[in-house]
């Protein structure tokens, strides 16, 4: 069985349902991604992936969708 990796980014610009879908129809185009957990009303972004996802490929999925995010150490 996989390990499941989980990774936490800070999305701006985001401001309602619309936008968190946005986002995470983006991201569904990552075939590695098993789960997409985003808040607008916080900014928090967490996936979990079957294989670790690079951040490049997350940042780029977000910004396609109109937002900016940047990884959480």
Known sequence: MACMAT?????TGMSCGHCE??????LSKI????????S????????TSSEPVAD???VAAVDE?????????
Do not use: C
Request: glycine share 8%; net charge neutral.
């Open 40 to 47: 607008a009303k916080t900014g928090k972004l967490v996936i």
């Open 31 to 38: 075939g590695t991604i098993q789960q997409i957990a985003v």
């Open 65 to 73: 969708a109109g937002y900016q995010a940047v990884r959480v150490a």
């Open 21 to 26: 879908a946005s986002v995470r129809e983006e």
């Open 56 to 58: 490049a490929d997350v």
């Open 7 to 11: 990774t936490e980014y800070q999305v």
